[in-house]
């Protein structure tokens, strides 16, 4: 089946760590998206993608950084300048950055710094 | 500037009774809205889009929304509300504009339903 996965889904790292989130598509969708979601924040876009090696930021990047080597692949690290990571990660995907086109998501990965 | 307003933030309904959730957007040209369900601990999913034509479009589970573009609204209806509806809903506009923001979505913060047996 095609979807996107994310790992790990839970994640807890300590301060001063920076982590790495994954994100794998096999949709053959080109754009990529990290959002993060705090309660009652609803979604905060932090890095997209809509082709490989290329990325821009978006509302929140201070404290992440992302890279995409592979169509498939856009994984999101978190650095130690992150100062408040806690959240629930949400990764998307779309087949073509156009506005008609829906964001599919993965089913995210909830990271606690301890 | 896009931006998305859902002025509930918790709806509580019984089983079988009505629904509507609210959601206004603001944008400069012809808007491309979607509504995402997400229950706890999971993705998003799609649960209806509107891009143009019919301003009652139809989505999954039995949910419908209209298109007001004099109200600059996008609510989200359904007429009897199961259990398993409980859950968050997401308002979302797509951005227009050239270069790097294509593609993009605003999302509003969320209205969280809760339904009573």
């Known amino acids: 089946d095609g979807g996107i996965t994310q790992s790990p889904k839970y994640l807890f790292r300590k301060e001063g760590q920076n982590v790495t989130l994954s994100c794998e598509q096999n949709l053959n969708h080109d754009a990529m998206y990290w959002y993060r979601q705090d309660p009652g924040q609803g979604l905060r876009l932090i890095y997209y993608s809509q082709i490989v090696n290329d990325f821009q930021k978006g509302d929140i990047a201070e404290g992440y950084s992302v890279s995409r080597e592979k169509k498939e692949s856009f994984p999101l690290t978190v650095t130690s300048a992150q100062k408040n990571p806690t959240a629930f990660y949400l990764c998307?995907?779309?087949?073509?950055?156009?506005?008609?086109?829906?964001?599919?998501f993965g089913p995210g990965t909830r990271l606690t710094v301890l | 500037a896009q931006s998305v307003t859902q002025p509930d933030i918790h709806i509580t309904v019984s089983e079988g009774a009505s629904l509507e959730l609210r959601c206004n957007y603001s944008y400069g040209a012809t808007p491309y809205l979607f509504w995402y369900v997400q229950s706890p601990g999971q993705g998003l999913q799609l649960l209806l889009k509107?891009?143009?034509?019919?301003?009652l479009v139809q989505g999954i589970k039995g949910f419908e929304a209209e298109f007001k573009r004099s109200q600059s609204s996008f609510n989200l209806r359904k007429p009897s509300v199961h259990w398993s509806d409980a859950a968050e809903y997401f308002c979302a506009v797509g951005a227009g504009g050239r270069g790097s923001t294509l593609g993009r979505l605003y999302f509003g913060r969320g209205t969280q339903l809760t339904v009573w047996p």
């Open positions: 998307a995907s779309k087949s073509q950055p156009r506005l008609g086109n829906e964001q599919f």
């Open positions: 509107y891009f143009s034509g019919d301003t």
